[in-house]
């Protein structure tokens, strides 16, 4: 069996630590290459040329892991290989929805006792994504993060940041499709549209979510002011709410219509766009994940 490791040597993942997950998967494979990334675009571009590897070995972050995801998604569906993540950045949002160890030679030593498991994949206009897709508060937020910030804060750098951009927060209008029938016209202060059940490091505590089941969860809210303060602060960003202000719906397909051009924030990557489509394509990439 033959493995490509991509590495992002900026993600935390040092020399030693390369090493010591070479020595601790080496024994599973016949060969095995490393590439390093050094640049932006590098890992989109190594993971379109893994199409001949069994498993592409990712050591990274999120940021890492997405330009994978959109590299592979270029590669016909039975040339992709399984991914191994090993979790190297500061949120590894995708490696706790699969539930793997974020203690790098932890995960490795897991590979042995893994099975392919098959993953839902998110397509929002011509790019992909696994974790989430965030507008308004949860794009801006996340925005605002500085990386020295993330990096000292880890864990609730998400959560600090939402609260400290709150104040300059103005709900958006926006109008969701779903089958061509509209679910909701009218102001939002967020839109959180989810695959992966971790957002920033924290749960999304919504019960139905599922990177397995061909569907994403939809949530948005127009609650400003105190209560929305609140609730975040009391549940740590979980988005499970009782509230009649926070609408929380499953769809397999969905569009999105701003009033105009704004902030998207899809697994932590930006860009501007006025209309998102959106659709769940399921089972489009595979991960190896932990038997228990
Ligand atoms: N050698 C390099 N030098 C500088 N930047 C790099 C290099 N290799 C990759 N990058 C950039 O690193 C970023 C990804 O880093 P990483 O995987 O840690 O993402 P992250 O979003 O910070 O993850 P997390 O949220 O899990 O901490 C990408 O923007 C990528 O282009």
């Known amino acids: 069996m033959r493995a490509l490791i991509i590495s992002n040597p900026t993600s935390g993942g040092n020399e030693t630590m390369l090493g010591e997950v070479v020595g601790t998967i080496e024994s599973l494979y016949d060969e095995i290459l490393i590439r390093k990334t050094l640049a932006q675009g590098d890992a989109g571009r190594f993971a379109e040329e893994s199409g001949a590897y069994e498993h592409l070995i990712v050591?990274?972050?999120?940021?890492?892991?997405?330009?994978?995801?959109?590299?592979?998604?270029?590669?016909?569906?039975?040339?992709?290989?399984?991914?191994?993540?090993?979790?190297?950045?500061?949120?590894?949002?995708?490696?706790?929805?699969l539930a793997l160890p974020v203690e790098p030679i932890e995960a490795a030593r897991l590979f042995k006792m893994s099975y392919a498991q098959s993953v839902d994949v998110m397509r929002v206009n011509e790019r992909y994504g696994l974790n989430?897709?965030?507008?308004?508060?949860?794009?801006?937020?996340?925005?605002?993060?500085?990386?020295?910030?993330?990096?000292?804060?880890?864990?609730?750098?998400?959560?600090?940041?939402?609260?400290?951009?709150?104040?300059?927060?103005?709900?958006?209008?926006?109008?969701?499709?779903?089958?061509?029938?509209?679910?909701?016209?009218?102001?939002?202060?967020?839109?959180?549209v989810g695959n992966g059940a971790y957002l920033g490091t924290v749960p999304t505590k919504l019960p139905t979510q599922s990177f397995t089941d061909g569907l994403v969860e939809v949530v948005h809210s127009s609650a400003i002011g105190f209560p929305m303060i609140r609730q975040l602060l009391t549940q740590q960003l979980g988005l499970e709410q009782s509230s009649q202000e926070w609408v929380h719906l499953q769809m397999s397909q969905l569009?999105?219509?701003?009033?105009?051009?704004?902030?998207?924030?899809v697994d932590g990557e930006h860009f501007e766009a006025e209309r998102l489509d959106v659709d769940v394509l399921p089972g489009e990439l595979s991960f190896l994940v932990p038997s228990h």
């Open 132 to 192: 989430f897709i965030g507008v308004g508060l949860i794009a801006d937020a996340s925005r605002q993060i500085d990386p020295l910030q993330k990096e000292s804060l880890g864990s609730i750098g998400y959560f600090l940041a939402t609260i400290r951009q709150f104040r300059e927060l103005d709900p958006f209008d926006v109008r969701i499709e779903h089958g061509g029938e509209v679910v909701h016209d009218g102001p939002v202060s967020f839109l959180y």
């Open 255 to 265: 569009t999105v219509h701003l009033s105009e051009s704004q902030l998207i924030d």
């Open 59 to 97: 050591i990274g972050g999120d940021g890492t892991l997405h330009e994978v995801v959109n590299g592979l998604m270029k590669l016909p569906r039975d040339e992709r290989p399984t991914i191994g993540l090993i979790p190297a950045g500061t949120c590894n949002d995708f490696a706790r929805a």
